[in-house]
C-alpha cells in the first residue's frame, strides 16, 4: 500500500494499492526521494508537490499537472511528460536525458543545470524558463516557445531548434555548435559570446 503526506501537514492525504497512479490527486505531496520508477502518473495532480531527489525514470507523467512543484535534482530520465503543465515548476538539476516534453507548458519554470540531452521539446512553452547552464545537445526544440528564456551559458551543441521563437531570449555565451536554427525567430535576442 502507498500513503502519501501533505507536503505541509504531514497528514495522509493519499493512499493507493499497486503502482498504478493514474488520475490521483497529489497536490501538495511530499515524495522527496520517493522511487517511482515506471510508475503511471497520467493525469495525476501533483501540484506544488514535493519530488526533490525522486527517481522517475521511465515514468508516465503525460497531461500531469505539476504546477509549481519541486523536482530539484530529480531523475526524469526518459520520462513521458507530454502535455505535462510544469509552469513555475523548480527543475534545478534535473536529469531528463532522452525525456519527451512534446507539448510541456514550461512557463517559468526553472530548468538551472538541468541535462536535457536528447530530450524532445518540439512545441513546448518555455516562455521566460530559466535555462541557465542547462544542457540541451541534441535536444529537440522544433517549434518550441522561447521567449523570454534565459539560455546563459546552455548548451544547444546540435539541437533542433528549427521554428522556435527565441524572441528576446537570452542567449550570452550558449554554445550553438551546429544547432539548426531554420526559421527561427530570435528578434531582440541577445547572443553575446554565443
Known amino acids: 500500500m502507498i500513503e502519501i503526506e501533505h507536503r505541509y501537514t504531514g497528514s495522509v492525504i493519499y493512499t493507493h494499492e499497486g503502482a498504478d497512479l493514474t488520475d490521483a490527486d497529489l497536490a501538495y505531496a511530499d515524495l522527496a526521494y520517493a522511487d517511482l520508477t515506471d510508475a503511471d502518473l497520467t493525469g ?10 525522486a527517481n522517475l525514470t521511465y515514468a508516465n507523467m ?3 499537472n505539476l504546477t509549481d512543484a519541486d523536482l530539484t535534482d530529480a531523475d526524469l530520465r526518459y520520462a513521458r511528460l507530454t ?5 513555475g515548476a523548480n527543475l534545478t538539476d534535473a536529469r531528463l536525458t532522452g525525456a ?3 507539448g510541456a507548458n514550461l512557463t517559468g519554470a526553472d530548468l538551472t543545470d538541468a541535462d536535457l540531452t536528447g530530450a524532445d521539446l518540439t512545441d513546448a512553452d518555455l516562455t521566460n524558463a530559466r535555462l541557465t547552464d542547462a544542457r540541451l545537445t541534441g535536444a529537440r526544440l522544433t517549434g518550441a516557445n522561447l521567449i523570454g528564456a534565459d539560455l546563459t551559458d546552455a548548451d544547444l551543441t546540435d539541437a533542433n531548434l ?3 521563437d527565441l524572441t528576446d531570449a537570452d542567449l550570452r555565451y550558449a554554445r550553438l555548435t551546429d544547432a539548426r536554427l531554420t526559421g527561427a525567430r530570435l528578434t531582440g535576442a541577445r547572443l553575446t559570446g554565443a
Open 162 to 164: 528549427t521554428r522556435a
Open 44 to 53: 495525476a495532480d501533483l501540484t506544488d508537490a514535493r519530488l526533490t531527489y
Open 83 to 87: 502535455y505535462a503543465n510544469l509552469t
Open 100 to 102: 519527451n516534453l512534446i
Open 62 to 64: 503525460a497531461g500531469a
